[in-house]
Structures are given as C-alpha cells and as structure tokens.
C-alpha cells in the first residue's frame, strides 16, 4: 500500500492527558482518534491491528470448540431485571429509553443475553457442553475514563459463554480456556501471568485474571519465588505471619486509660508494643440495593484493609467511608473502636489472621480507652474472614516470598455455577429427567485494550515496535527521494513483489523530507524498514530492524532474500 | 464441522409477526433469534453468512482504495448540532444521557463523526481525495421495526465517507463505487438495479439506491423499458401526460355553483370533462425544527401527489395531513381549493405538468363554487415542482414506457457536496492557497440487512438456498444411522478429507432421525448435501443439490471429484 494513499495523521503532539506510552504513540501515529470522553475512533492503521488481534482470538477460540455468536449490543433491562443486575450495577450500567419509553441499557456484558439465548432452546444434558463467544462492543460509563484505550467507555470485548450439566465438566472447560488464552497471549508476543482474582460484578465461585507485566499497570500482583502462585491484591492469600518481638502480658482484660490515642501508632507507642499486638478497627459504610449499613472490620494494627475482601465480607455492593455522624448513630467511638463489647447490633467482621488470638491490645468502645489482655475466641466463626492486603515480603503458602509487581489486565475467566441460570430460570433436564440450572463459565478478553498493551510491552522513546504477529505492515519502504527515478522504480517493485507473496507493505511515496519518512517509520513501528535511497546508484539498499533500529546495509539484489528470512 | 458441536436451535415454529420467507426461515433455522423489538441475536450460523457478506463488501472496498476505519458507536450529540442534524432528525435519533448528563447518541449513521477524523488533519488538496469506510454497528429507533433482519433498529451497516477537492472528483468517486457496489451485489448473487433516488434526511446533491428486485420489497421502483432508466418512485420522472379527450372550453374565467362537488370525481362529472383538465388541492400541514405551516400542492385531477417530493418541494422535515382546523386557521375551504386567488400568506406548490396550461377547471376558494377556464400562468417560477407519483405505463423520458416492481434498498450512494463540510466548518487549502470546504460522498450498505435478502431473492416452500459465496457451509453431510460404524467412518473421513482442502463442512452425526436431518438439510440450505445411507453398503452415497433438491446417486470412489467439480 502506498502511504500516499493511507490515512495515517501522525503528529508531534501527544494529548495533553496522555501520560502513558501507548496513549501517546496511538495517538501520534495515527492508530486512534479521541471523540469524546472514554470514546476513540479507530484510524486505519489502529484498525488492522485491532482486526489482527481479532482474528488471533477468533482462530484459538474456534480451535478450542466455541462458537462465534453476534449479540444486541442494544439490550432489554428486563433481561438484566430477571438476573437483579440491574439492581446491583451502578451507574457504569448505561440505562437508555426508547421512543415508546421502553427501558434498555447499553450492554456491558452479555450473560443475560445468552442465557436468553439458550434457554428453552437447550433442553437436555445432550445437548451439553455449549461455548458460544462473540467478538463486538462493550459500553461501561465509567467514572473517569483515562488511559486511552486501557479504560475506555467504550471498548470490544471477546466474550464467551459456556454451559455445563454438572460442576466438573463446568471446571474442565474453565481449564481449557485457561490453555486457549494463553495460547493468545503467548501469540500476541505478551509476558503474561494467569493470576487469582477477584470475581466482582461477574460473580460466581472461581476466578482467574490474565495480566500482562508492565510498569503501568493499575493492578497490583502479588507472585511467589517458589512456585507459579500469583494473584490479584484483590485475592492474593498468604502465610500466616509471626512477630520476632515479644508479645505483651496481661493479666486477664483490663481497660486503660489512653488519652490521644486514637491512632496505632500512639497506641503502641503507649504500651511499648509492636503494633503487631494490637488491633486496628475500620470503620465504612456498606452499600446495598436499597439499604447501608455501618460495618466495622478488624485486621492487625500493622496490616492493611483490603478494600474488595472487605466488600465481598460483607457481601455490599460497595464500599463508602463512614463519615462523622454515620459511626456516631451506630454507638461507635472512632479511634477507640474494638471487637469486644461492641454496640449491640454493629455488624463486624475480624481479619482469619486474628482467629484465636490471645492477649491483643485494642479499643475498649469508650472514649479515651483501650483494653489489653484481649482474646479473640468466643466469636461466630462466620465473624472471620479474609481482610488483609498482602505486601511484598510477606511469605507465600508454598513457603516463598511474595514480591509485589503491576499488571494490566487483559482477560478474566469465571467459573459462575448457577448465578445466572437459577435467577433466570434457564434449565435443562438431566440423565435422570430431573430439571437443574445449566453451570455456566463465563471468558472475557479486552480486545481494543490488547492494541495498546501491545504498544506498552513494546515500544521505545520515539514510537512503537510491533511484534510480527499483530503488526499493521510487515515491511516499510522508505523512498528517500520520490523524484529521483531509480529509487522510486526500485521501491515500488520491491513492494510489487512483496505483495505477490502475501506480505503487507507499507510504501512512503509521498512527497515528504527523509527526516519526515523515518520519523514516521519509528514512530508507527513496522517491524521492518528498507531505506531506498542515495546508495541505490552503488547498489546497495539500507535494511532497518524497528527493535533497536539496527541499519545493515544490503545489496538491492539481496534486499527479498534477507526480508523472506525475517519475515 | 460437526452438527453436534454446533449450536442451531433449529423448529418449526415461525415467529407470529413474521410474514415475509426471510424472516421466517432465518428464525426457524437458528440463524437469529429475537432479544427485543427490532434487536436480533446472530446465533453461529448468521454469523457464519454476516462474516462471509462483510468479506465481500470489504475486498471490494479495500480493492477501490478506501481505507477501512471503526468509528465510535455513542456519538457526541454536540457534533450532530454542528451539523443540525441534530435538530432535524425526528425520534429515530436515540439521544441518551450518561452519568455526568452530557448527551451523546447512537449514531444512525457517520457522516458527522468522519468530518471530525478528518478536520484540522487533512488541511491540502494534495491529501485528497480520501475515502474511509467501516462496516459496523447503526441503530434507528423505527417507529415499527418488522420483517425480521430487514428493518430492525439495530444493524451492521457498511458507510463510506470520500473527500474530495472538487466536484468532479466527487463525481468520479460516485462512478466508482457505483462500480464497486454493482461488483459487490452481483458477487452476491442478487438481481438488483441502482435506481434515481431521493436523498432524504442525509441530504446532497444527487443519490442512487442499489434495489434488489424482490415481490416483497417495500420500495415501488419504476423502470423503462427503452433505456436502463430506473428509479424509486420518491424520484422518478416520466414524460408529459397528454390526453385523448377534448379539453372543455371556457370564454376566460368564470366561477361556477358547485354544491357537494367537494372531489375530484364529481367535479369532473358536474362539468363533463376529463379529471385530467381538473387541478385537484392536497393541503398538508408541513414540519419544520421549530415550527410548521399548512402548504397547498396542486396536481392534476387524475394524478397523485408523490409525498417525499413535496416535502422536498417546500423543504420541510415532514408531512403531516392538515386538520380541520388547520385548514380553516389558514383561511382554505376544503374541497373547494384552487391556485387563483388563495388567500394571503399560504404557501403553495404546483406540479410542473400543469406550468403553462390553460382552460382548467379548479376550486374557486369558496364554498361550493369552482372556478372554470383557469390558466396556470405568471406565477412565479419557483411554485412549480415535481410533485407526481409515476404510475406503471406512464411515458418514460426515453420514449419507453415505465412499468412498477418492487425492491427492497441494498445500498444507497450519495454526492453530498458541501453540506457537512459547510456546516462543520472542515475545509483544506487549494491549489491557490484558498480555504474551502470538502466536496463529499458518501455510500452505504444494509450488511445484516443483506443477509435476509439472499434469502428472498433465493429460497423454496422448505427453507433457505444458499449461493456459493455466502452459504454457511459448502457441504453438508448426512449420516443416516450413526450407529452403522461404516456410514460414520466413511462420512468422517469425507468429512476431514474437504476440511483438508479448505472446504466448510457440516458433518450431520447427531443422535436424530433421518427425516428431522433432512428437514434440517433443507431448511438450512447449504448448497450441496451429502447422504451417507444405506446405498453405502453396495458403495454408493446420495448427492444432493440444494437447489432443486435433485438428487443423483454416486459411487462412494466418485464422490470427492463430483464435489471437487461442483466447488
């Protein structure tokens, strides 16, 4: 293709708010447009790359047995009523009303729909297993769209949905799923670790993130050294841990009198102790359907809340902080709030670390006071549960050590059970006759997001480097100059020829400064250049690799033969 | 392929509201299903057809130099105001609000989002001309969506955009995807005609609508038969009526007592004259953004007023009858409506056959009185207009006669001139340094749409008949007993043996009688069956052509050349 004829509006200027690589670089280069907040046309170079990501998910997920559907984007809030999602999801769920009033909401996510789809259709175990996925558009109205297109308000998503009669088979295919994305990841060139995570909106009983490595990530993961364990902030699990200092003595619980300290800190500062022994209360505001409620949540005075365990504890739709007169009309006494001898009525939640242990220092629920001596025994086993955000350093199950690295996510799967199915009444009948919810998994990929994690796994400081398999030209020829008769035959043979044998070529014949034609050819990443220019009266030609921008120079004769074996 | 791994629900069961054969049988065999009122579901096998159509369309756009691109679906209303549009398209515009309440749309179609990629990017005539294409996601909130893929409000639609310095290229640019979209259509299979069009609410300077002529299309298209004229009737011409009876005689102007002739008919037969020396008074109420006012149209007596010209005539957003009220509001006498002496102020349009006539017979703009010898002259150029539907066997303009068949709009192109550019404000530099606005064309294709119409132009009383091109699979093969271990080798191994060579293969080996596999064979429509029965055992299997449903017997050895020949 001549560049002449492309529409690629590469610029010097980044937006203003775009602080990451790939927002930046698709930009400049010409891959996207920005139209509004969270909203980017694809240009078309942005466009065959995003059509090359597609078609590498499309060939795996064909290859593993799913197959390929095309939803209303478009979709009834009945359909999301019937799961009580629509209920659940907050403003990112776009509601919209038709000429006649009618309610629909632009689809974030297709689990009702296919539900719709199969329900009184599959209707029998034989009938069983079912993939089906789709490749299309996904709108979320998201709070603040940033990023470019790693958070976008609207974005396409490869989303795919299986049915199962029974939990195993439900299980095996969350498994052969895990092998497919990899298989994607792996193809797209991406470094790339199936993570633990959290199942949030999604729901259902297992979950596994696909997080791609990188500096700018926004997701904390947490990975051991001694085997392939990783996982989300979110759910990362660890090893119960000791303290080296020594655990103060009391004789049974008493209550002190500690005035101004209301923070760990002063507390242990008070009593001389490792913050270790001590008991921090958070106190928030947990949101639900039609209710909230104050929720207290205790962890170690060294340890950290994590915000969605705290969540999912408490099964809310989210999580606020609780401000002066919400802890007040609950009876609490902020900074001296504690698990014993709680207001009646205040739900609490204490960290699984906590369970069983003796001789704690925490608030007494009085103004001004704290108790020493605390055992945390006696309490509802359902009053314990998973709190803590994991640091690095501290050790795994496996007996690592986990280190703390960023990730972008770029695939979820979930093993949903029968969420969707049982609310929606979409059932099947079993080898017994006996009518079940169908057990369903659910696989997401961000498609558009893949085009710029591409570019933030690869690039450099002037522009994008593509690896072969998603690149949108394979060869980039650069004529130095188009009026000189030689070169610009020379180049447009080459490209010809190219072309004859099925490789892509992008070819500058436009009446441009050299400087322009390389600074172009750095900056939209084409993994290979091939500089026509002054050294063609000699005979020789310039190969340039984008990965490093190494320039070998090559006899014309020879330039096809080296581009056929790199290519 | 296998049948079992493959999900398609087919029934037999049509839904209640579909009438028309596509809609009927693309439900009945699983290839959509409905998720609301106008809003469709491609289940694996649509989406098999939908993929197949948008490879045609795309090669041949790619094949005429147009860039492909993926423009935002939730369209910034703001842009829409730039170009009005905003104002003057009615409710089909679905205007919704997110959650900081700034409006945005769901684009119907792309014209102002393209100016935007280009504005301020492409700023000289030597950028142009430029074409950009998508093929993707429109919605229209139809007042009543129906006929199952052929009017919904969510749909794939092909549209592209061109930018052009001049008129002429625009021109040029208009032949070639004329072109490009007959090459496109005929690649399809489809008996279609590009047809005069009205440009209607996307504007411009000239269209044609590409028309695949079908008994149930919804458009009326006229056509000669001594030229290749054809056009829709929203725009069709013919030559000047004339007629065989004497035209009645009147000594200048005179009113006439004409009490009760408040029509056409009686008027005629009160004066004993042929209503072709009538004038007969259309009075309608017409739309405009912020306001509306009645318009008279007069058209002879024996011809009707052609609704979309006449709200072209007086440029308005709309039609609408005109009340009593209205009528009597603007001083008109209902019945009794002529061009001479109308009251003050009412705006009027006359047909431009009655330009120049003389001694006819029209209300005299008093109750029961007509007025006779009425010449139609010095009025001001401007009143006159096309405002006539063409009938079957009116007189073509070429000499011919026209005669009526029905379409339904695969495609429509439109020169568009300067009509968004202008209002937009996107202009480039000339050859002399000028800024101007761009010339534009732009050009669409109803791609879901396209796959109903493959099934009207090409089906029989049991199901679909797929052509080569698009059909879902190339073969289809039948097991009849899946039990009989050697039809099931046999079929598996011809099976994997097409697969080999690149051909799609439906390999039928569900658990299911054989008269439900055939009624399944026939209602999907794949265009070559292959029935493995009992003949196997004496070495001979069935082959059976889709269309027709002719069936030849053909020795085992025999059957991958007669495909071979057949592919």
New interface residues.
């Given amino acids: 293709m001549k560049f002449s ?3 690629a ?1 590469t610029t010097k200027e980044a937006p203003k708010d775009a602080t990451l690589p790939s927002h930046q670089f698709l930009v400049r280069a010409g891959f996207v ?1 920005q ?3 969270g ?6 170079l ?3 790359v ?2 090359k990501v597609e078609q590498v998910v499309r060939e795996e997920m064909d290859k593993s ?1 799913a ?10 809030s009945d ?1 999301w009523k019937q799961s009580r999602r629509y209920y659940k999801f907050g ?1 990112e769920l ?1 509601r ?1 009303k ?2 006649k009033d ?1 309610e ?1 909401l ?1 689809a974030p996510t297709h689990e009702e ?1 296919i539900v ?3 329900r009184d ?2 209707t029998s175990y ?1 009938q069983l297993p ?1 993939h ?1 996925y ?1 490749i299309g ?1 996904k ?1 979320r ?1 998201e ?1 603040r769209p940033r990023f470019g297109l790693l958070r976008c ?2 974005f396409i998503m490869k989303d795919g949905y299986s049915f199962h009669a029974n939990p195993e088979d439900m299980k095996r295919e969350f498994g052969v799923m895990e092998e497919t994305y990899s298989r994607i990841f792996s193809r797209l060139g991406l470094n790339f670790r199936a993570v633990e995570a959290d199942s949030g909106a999604i729901g259902g009983s297992g979950s596994k993130e696909f997080m791609v490595l990188a500096s700018n990530g926004e997701d904390d993961i947490l990975i051991s050294d001694a085997s392939n364990y990783a996982a989300n902030v979110e759910a990362a699990k660890r090893a119960k841990r000791t303290c080296q200092s020594e655990r103060p003595e009391a004789n049974g619980m008493q209550k002190f009198y500690t005035p101004e300290c209301s923070t760990i800190a002063k507390v242990a500062e008070f009593f001389k102790v490792d913050p270790f022994y001590t008991i921090k209360a958070v106190i928030k505001k947990a949101i639900y359907e039609d209710s909230s409620k104050v929720v207290v949540f205790f962890v170690r005075g060294d340890d950290e809340l994590q915000e969605t365990k705290a969540c999912n504890a408490c099964a809310a739709l989210e999580l606020e902080d609780a401000n002066e007169n919400d802890i007040k009309e609950a009876g609490l006494v902020a900074g001296f709030c504690g698990p014993v001898s709680l207001p009646e009525g205040v739900e609490f939640y204490i960290d699984l670390e906590l369970e069983d242990e003796k001789e704690m220092i925490c608030g007494a629920n009085e103004k001004d006071y704290h108790a020493i001596g605390v055992n945390i025994i006696n309490f509802n086993k359902d009053r314990f549960k998973d709190l803590v955000t994991v640091k690095a350093g501290d050790k795994a199950l496996d007996g690592g050590t986990l280190s703390l690295t960023k990730g972008i996510e770029v695939g979820h799967i979930f093993q949903l059970g029968q969420r969707y199915s049982e609310a929606m009444n979409a059932t099947f009948l079993d080898e017994n006759g006996k009518a079940k919810p169908f057990y369903m998994g659910c696989y997401g990929i961000g498609v558009s997001r893949l085009v710029a994690v591409m570019i933030e796994a690869s690039h450099d400081e002037k522009g994008c480097i593509w690896k072969k398999e998603c690149a949108p030209f394979m060869v980039h020829i650069i004529i130095s100059n188009i009026k000189d008769e030689e070169q610009m035959n020379f180049a447009l043979n080459l490209e010809k020829e190219l072309e004859s044998l099925g490789v892509e070529v992008l070819c500058d014949d436009r ?1 441009e400064r050299f400087g322009v034609k390389m600074a172009d050819f750095e900056l939209i990443g084409v993994p290979f250049g091939v500089v026509v220019g002054k050294g063609l009266a000699e005979g020789e030609v310039e190969l340039v690799k984008r990965a490093g921008l190494e320039k070998t120079k090559v006899s014309k004769n020879e330039i096809m033969s080296r581009l056929k074996e790199l290519l």
């Fill in positions: 004829k492309l529409y509006p447009a139209i509004g907040s909203l980017y046309n694809f240009l078309p942005g466009k065959r995003l059509r047995g197959n390929e559907v095309g939803l209303s984007f478009v979709t009834p359909l403003k776009l919209i038709d000429r009618n629909f632009l729909s719709d789809v199969v259709k599959v034989k079912l089906l789709q558009l709108f109205d709070a308000r609207e009446n």
